[in-house]
């Protein structure tokens, strides 16, 4: 929210297992700061993660202007373990 209303702090954003809705609560988005956001963000997201799915995320994403990097983990939960990510995952974000 703090890169949203001032996006001169940072280059970019790196963000784990964000919290796009409390488990069970999809209406309760917390994405009203997205359309504002003006850095590149990286999201790291299990696909089993409960607060929200990797379709929910990537409809989310899609509310960010600037450059979105989502990178999955498989099997992932929000705690991220007993995940596995493909091989050279991070050389699509610095390439």
């Given at each position: 929210?703090?890169?949203?209303?001032?996006?001169?702090?940072?280059?970019?954003?790196?963000?784990?297992?964000?919290?796009?809705?409390?488990?069970?609560?999809?209406?309760?988005?917390?994405?009203?700061?997205?359309?504002?956001?003006?850095?590149e963000?990286?999201?790291v997201?299990?696909?089993?993660?409960?607060?929200?799915?990797?379709?929910?995320?990537?409809?989310?994403?899609?509310?960010?202007?600037?450059?979105?990097?989502?990178?999955?983990?498989?099997?992932?939960?929000?705690?991220?373990?007993?995940?596995?990510?493909?091989?050279?995952?991070?050389?699509?974000?610095?390439?």
């Amino acid at each position: 929210m703090l890169a949203a209303e001032e996006p001169e702090l940072c280059d970019s954003l790196l963000l784990f297992s964000y919290p796009l809705h409390p488990p069970a609560k999809q209406t309760q988005l917390r994405t009203a700061h997205f359309p504002s956001l003006q850095n590149e963000a990286n999201f790291v997201h299990g696909t089993k993660d409960p607060f929200g799915t990797t379709g929910e995320m990537e409809t989310a994403l899609a509310l960010i202007p600037a450059k979105t990097n989502l990178i999955t983990i498989e099997g992932g939960g929000h705690d991220l373990r007993r995940g596995k990510f493909e091989p050279n995952v991070w050389d699509r974000i610095i390439g």
